[in-house]
């Protein structure tokens, strides 16, 4: 069982996982600075819009104008942090599919640019047989 673990942890997929998923938690913590610290306070600023303190509390001992304060007296509904995660996914989302897409046009214009590799030469039985007709089609 040992060996076998080891060579599932020595395939170049497994490596190959490892290393996007640890890009990937680095990555989801840049879009996520992108959203929170840029895009979301000039959309406030536009608007007049801070979501990060959209909420509604749902007792009524629940009477902050924060969020952080608001959670201490009681449960809520912060639907304002839901807004900033979904738009955190969305731009994840475009982000890694321009990447996909840059990458398959990438190998798609390599693709087209890559020589043709010369012909195969054929069996030696079908090299033979026309070697006779040649030779039928002189006499």
């Given amino acids: 069982m040992l060996r076998e673990f ?3 942890i020595s395939r170049g997929n497994v490596m190959d996982l490892a290393v996007g998923v640890i ?17 979301m306070p000039f959309i406030g600023a536009l608007g007049g819009v801070d979501f990060s303190n959209y ?22 509904f912060a639907y304002g942090n839901f807004i900033t995660v979904l738009l955190n996914f969305i731009i994840l989302a475009f982000i890694i599919f ?6 398959n046009d990438l190998r798609q214009r390599l693709e087209r ?3 043709a590799a010369p012909a195969a030469p054929p069996p030696a039985d079908v090299a ?9 089609a002189r006499k």
């Fill in 55 to 76: 909420f509604i509390g749902l007792s009524s001992a629940v009477n902050a104008t924060n969020l952080a304060d608001a959670r201490k007296q009681g449960a809520v």
């Fill in 113 to 115: 640019e890559k020589p």
């Fill in 128 to 136: 033979l047989l026309t070697e006779i007709r040649d030779l039928l």
């Fill in 98 to 103: 321009l990447m996909v897409k840059a990458v």
């Fill in 23 to 39: 890009i990937g938690a680095a990555f989801g913590r840049i879009v996520d600075s992108l959203v929170s610290d840029i895009i």
């Fill in 6 to 8: 080891q060579e599932f």
